[in-house]
């Protein structure tokens, strides 16, 4: 990641004429657009449509074929995470063999900004067994502990790759509750991509909608909806329209 201002004096993401190409094609085209400061923002629309891998140019796991972007200033260079920002994927690569202890340990090895006193409140909110193996936790056990890995490094931006995919319902609900509180008392920005809609209702307040590499729409929830019109309605309309709009 190439200097830049600090993170408290830059937007999380400016991308502009931002493109990735594979082997297979393009997965991301001329995409431009602004993520603000403290908000959850909900990253949706149809597989295929970049969602992945906007996420893996943001996080430095990625480099662009075309545009630029930056974030809180600086370039990613495509060999890892800005120091201000924390990824948890789908698969939330944890050491099955590590306990819950040891793997908050290991986030104070690898981590610059460690709260190891966040790291543990967050933890103990959760009700975790401080002596258990993390490959004998529930689904959502897992995901709490995942999170507090994410969050006990203290950034500024939170980029979350379809985290509540493989929990239940009440699991979804405690994981979002505690993903809200933070990010608003902690002044955090968080990226959160879904493919359920309905789970992001209430939750998110700045929208990215993609498809087929393309930003589609993007902004507030509140300017973009017409008549209270909720996220999930908003999102469903212009994908619907840009199908339509294809096969005409």
């Known amino acids: 990641m190439s200097s830049g201002r600090q993170p408290d004096q830059a937007l999380p993401v400016i991308a502009n004429g931002l493109g990735k190409?594979?082997?297979?094609?393009?997965?991301?085209?001329?995409?431009?657009?602004v993520i603000p400061r403290n908000r959850i923002v909900a990253l949706v629309g149809?597989?295929?449509?970049?969602?992945?891998?906007?996420?893996?140019?943001?996080?430095?796991?990625?480099?662009?074929?075309?545009?630029?972007?930056?974030v809180f200033g600086a370039h990613p260079t495509g060999k890892g995470l800005h120091p201000a920002v924390s990824y948890l994927a789908q698969q939330k690569p944890?050491?099955?063999?590590?306990t819950v202890t040891e793997t908050l340990k290991f986030g104070a090895r690898t981590n610059q900004t460690w709260d190891q006193g966040y790291a543990e409140y967050l933890?103990?909110?959760?009700?975790?067994?401080?002596?258990?193996?993390?490959?004998?936790?529930?689904g959502g056990q897992r995901t709490r502990v995942a999170l507090a890995l994410a969050l006990g490094k203290r950034p500024k931006l939170l980029v979350l790759d379809e985290p509540l995919a493989d929990l239940d319902p009440l699991a979804r609900e405690s994981v979002l509750r505690t993903l809200i509180t933070e990010a608003r008392t902690q002044g955090i920005t968080v990226l959160?991509?879904?493919?359920?809609?309905?789970?992001?209702?209430?939750?998110?307040?700045?929208?990215?909608?993609?498809?087929?590499g393309r930003v589609l729409l993007a902004g507030d929830v509140d300017h973009l909806s017409a008549g209270g019109t909720s996220l999930g309605e908003l999102a469903l309309h212009h994908m619907r329209r840009a199908v339509q709009e294809e096969a005409a």
């Open 94 to 98: 944890l050491y099955q063999q590590f």
């Open 46 to 70: 149809p597989n295929g449509a970049g969602k992945s891998t906007l996420m893996g140019l943001i996080t430095g796991l990625l480099r662009p074929t075309t545009g630029g972007i930056t």
């Open 192 to 212: 959160l991509s879904s493919h359920v809609l309905a789970e992001l209702e209430g939750v998110c307040d700045h929208l990215v909608l993609l498809h087929k």
């Open 123 to 138: 933890v103990g909110q959760a009700g975790l067994p401080a002596k258990a193996t993390v490959g004998t936790l529930s």
């Open 21 to 33: 190409k594979y082997r297979r094609g393009w997965a991301l085209r001329e995409t431009s657009l």
